[in-house]
């Protein structure tokens, strides 16, 4: 894996050059194996936090991490094409609006002792702009390419704070094209609701069940690009213990072993009906 600047990210992907890389700050992972028409991205992955805002945090390293998405970048990480944030969401939040990004308040706790210096904020806000510099080049650049592309957006989500039960899988399509796409959605519910997972856990899967899909990596890429499809795939945490904070390994290895061939055979579909 190389460090690389912005600049330098987006040349190779304008010169459809193979590479891994992580931005030259740590703030987020790319890696092309090789140009496919379909992208796995895992925004909420990261963990990392800036050393100096530790000290104005109001909020634990546990109750970060209980809301972001661990795992999620490991259930796709086999794929020719993964895009993942390094940094956690309670410094910026690549699934929000840049006005948005950076919170003030995270799930009813105010996030800082006071609020951020100015300089602190255009750090984090610099990071958000930048990850968006680069997807915008990557799905322009397989546009170009292949006239068509799918971009599986992994998440996950708490199901204890639910008082019914959830699906372990939730796509949310409410701010996608669902009749030109709607038959490559359900195909891939469909698909998703025959992993096979240990434990006895049934693998349920809905739509617009517990979230719709308004994350901003959704709408970036859909309201910019007219052919690109977003797949907002969010897993239950059934792969740990949310409350202890333990990954169950064998769980996340079997999603990730089934998704090796879930997510290329319903990529390539995709392609068949919508390429060029």
């Known amino acids: 894996m190389e460090r690389l600047s912005v600049s330098e990210i987006i040349q190779k992907i304008k010169a459809v050059e193979t590479f891994e890389a992580v931005a030259e700050d740590y703030s987020f992972t790319l890696k092309i194996n090789d140009y496919v028409p379909y992208v796995c991205g895992a ?4 963990h990392q936090f800036r050393t100096e805002l530790l000290d104005n945090c109001l909020h634990t390293e546990y109750e970060r991490w209980f809301e972001e998405d661990p795992c999620t970048k490991t259930f796709v990480h086999t794929h020719p094409i993964v895009i993942a944030g390094c940094d956690s969401r309670f410094e910026y939040d690549l699934n929000r609006d840049p006005d948005n990004a950076i919170y003030e308040d995270a799930w009813g706790k105010k996030l800082w002792k006071s ?8 750090k984090s806000l610099a990071k958000h702009t930048a990850f968006y510099e680069v997807v ?3 799905i322009a650049t397989l546009e170009e390419k292949f006239g068509a592309v799918v971009v599986y957006d992994m998440h996950s989500y708490n ?3 639910w008082n ?15 009749n030109r796409f709607g038959s490559c959605i359900e195909d891939w519910r469909q698909s998703l609701s025959e992993l096979e997972l240990p434990h006895g856990i049934e693998s349920t899967s809905k739509i617009n069940d517990t ?3 308004n994350g ?13 499809l977003v797949l907002a795939t969010e897993f239950k945490k059934i792969y740990c213990d949310e409350l202890q904070a333990v990954i169950f390994p064998e769980v996340v290895s079997a999603i990730e072993m089934q998704l090796q061939q879930k997510i290329k055979i319903h990529a390539n579909s995709f392609y068949k009906a919508f390429k060029k």
């Open 43 to 46: 925004v909420h992955d990261g």
């Open 115 to 122: 609020s951020l210096a100015k300089a602190q904020h255009a």
């Open 136 to 138: 915008h080049a990557l």
């Open 159 to 161: 199901w204890r704070r």
């Open 164 to 178: 019914r039960e959830v699906p372990v899988i939730n796509l949310g399509t409410a701010n996608v094209d669902n």
């Open 211 to 213: 979230f719709q899909g």
């Open 216 to 228: 901003y990596f959704l709408k970036y890429i859909t309201n910019t690009f007219r052919n690109t």
